[in-house]
């Protein structure tokens, strides 16, 4: 590499909970600059999964936190081209790595989802991966299935 690795910028806590992990997700979530639009969404989700959720014992946070946890990825494939062809190799997936992916797919999927309001299609989504369901859960069986079928390639790891 030419130039130096960038200083990884720190996050502040988000007000409500404290906690950075927030702040992240909300930062994927914003568009055009618009931060308080998407806390406004994402504290409005979690309230709908805390009515939803009112006989469990977690806190919507919690809820929101597992759901992540069950749609990230331990394995995903890169492309590497060895002597003309090109081969699907499994790879382990960094840790800063994971939870940016499992961010953008809970966002993207919540997104593309039918619903009235974001908040609504979020706290859906949030549902759906915490169930082990819906499309951002399958997108990372998906990836688990691609690199399983490519595990024969895992010795051509860079």
Same mark, same amino acid.
């Given at each position: 590499?030419?130039?130096?690795?960038?200083?990884? *910028?720190?996050?502040?806590?988000?007000?409500?909970?404290?906690?950075?992990?927030?702040?992240?997700?909300?930062?994927?979530?914003?568009?055009?600059?618009?931060?308080?639009?998407?806390?406004?969404?994402?504290?409005?989700?979690?309230?709908?999964? #805390?009515?939803?959720?009112?006989?469990?014992?977690?806190?919507?946070?919690?809820?929101?936190?597992?759901?992540?946890?069950?749609?990230?990825?331990?394995?995903?494939?890169?492309?590497?081209?060895? #002597? #003309?062809?090109?081969?699907?190799?499994?790879?382990?997936? *960094?840790?800063? *790595?994971?939870?940016?992916?499992?961010?953008?797919?809970?966002?993207?999927?919540?997104?593309? *989802?039918? #619903?009235?309001?974001?908040?609504?299609?979020?706290?859906?989504?949030?549902?759906?991966?915490?169930?082990?369901?819906?499309?951002?859960?399958?997108?990372?069986?998906?990836?688990?299935?691609?690199?399983?079928?490519?595990?024969?390639?895992?010795?051509?790891?860079?």
């Amino acid at each position: 590499m030419r130039k130096a690795k960038p200083k990884k *910028r720190i996050l502040l806590p988000d007000p409500k909970f404290g906690d950075v992990a927030v702040t992240r997700f909300v930062n994927n979530l914003m568009l055009d600059g618009k931060k308080s639009i998407a806390y406004t969404i994402f504290y409005d989700s979690l309230e709908i999964v #805390g009515k939803k959720m009112k006989d469990a014992d977690k806190s919507p946070l919690e809820v929101w936190k597992q759901a992540l946890e069950n749609i990230t990825p331990q394995v995903e494939v890169k492309s590497k081209r060895i #002597g #003309g062809a090109t081969f699907q190799v499994p790879m382990e997936v *960094r840790p800063e *790595r994971k939870i940016s992916i499992s961010m953008k797919n809970l966002v993207l999927y919540s997104r593309k *989802r039918a #619903g009235k309001t974001m908040a609504d299609k979020l706290s859906a989504e949030i549902l759906d991966a915490y169930n082990q369901q819906g499309a951002a859960f399958k997108r990372k069986e998906e990836m688990h299935r691609m690199a399983e079928a490519n595990k024969a390639f895992a010795h051509f790891r860079f």
